[in-house]
T-cell receptor, first 113, second 109 residues
Framework: SQTIHQWPATLVQPVGSPLSLECTVE??????LYWYRQAAGRGLQLLFY??????ISSEVPQNLSASRPQDRQFILSSKKLLLSDSGFYLC????????????FGPGTRLTVL | QKEVEQNSGPLSVPEGAIASLNCTYSDRGSQSFFWYRQYSGKSPELIMSIYSNGDKEDGRFTAQLNKASQYVSLLIRDSQPSDSATYLCAVNNNNDMRFGAGTRLTVKP
């Protein structure tokens, strides 16, 4: 069965510091992968998605970037965090059944101070 | 602007009652529709998918889709306190998934 991991689970960072969040998927090959951010009391905002190694599409222009160095690894980064980057970061993979179902990892809660 | 709208709630129902959650969407080309359950502090969990007009039942959950009215709903029968969570509606058109902000449901014992 497929599983998705994210780390760290929680993170507190000062404004201006760098960021690296990692997501890995097990039990599937060449999945579509997604990074979302959920701000308090708001819906999920799609940040990036990837259909394969090295292929990244950005949905929202901002100070974040994403990379996919391996088939089942998706990384979210920033060189300098802003206060507005605080939120719950969720990685998701798309099921292979053709129904566009997405399954989420446990998430990383980021607080920028 | 493609939107998915949900009543934020909170929706409060007594244990054993039917909870009815509603969602409207603006993109007429949407093809896939989903309900996720999100417990406080946790990530969303997929509970229902629906692709064609009508009802789809899975245990105590029934999803209803009306594409003409651009409306999707989730019914939870015999609601339990463990169903207390935020329910997110999601709508997909050509791999573009849009989420509503969610409806918070409280089931009171």
């Amino acid at each position: 069965s497929q599983t998705i991991h994210q780390w760290p689970a929680t993170l507190v960072q000062p404004v201006g510091s760098p960021l690296s969040l990692e997501c890995t998927v097990e039990g599937t090959s060449n999945p579509n992968l997604y990074w979302y951010r959920q701000a308090a009391g708001r819906g999920l905002q799609l940040l990036f998605y990837s259909v394969g190694i090295g292929q990244i599409s950005s949905e929202v222009p901002q100070n974040l970037s994403a990379s996919r160095p391996q088939d089942r690894q998706f990384i979210l980064s920033s060189k300098k965090l802003l206060l507005s980057d605080s939120g719950f970061y969720l990685c998701a993979w798309e099921g292979l059944g053709g129904g566009n179902e997405q399954f989420f990892g446990p998430g990383t809660r980021l607080t920028v101070l | 602007q493609k939107e998915v709208e949900q009543n934020s709630g909170p929706l409060s129902v007594p244990e054993g009652a039917i909870a009815s959650l509603n969602c409207t969407y603006s993109d007429r080309g949407s093809q896939s529709f989903f309900w996720y359950r999100q417990y406080s502090g946790k990530s969303p969990e997929l509970i229902m998918s629906i692709y064609s007009n009508g009802d789809k039942e899975d245990g105590r959950f029934t999803a209803q889709l009306n594409k003409a009215s651009q409306y999707v709903s989730l019914l939870i029968r015999d609601s339990q306190p463990s169903d207390s969570a935020t329910y997110l509606c999601a709508v997909n058109n050509n791999n573009d998934m849009r989420f509503g902000a969610g409806t918070r449901l409280t089931v009171k014992p």
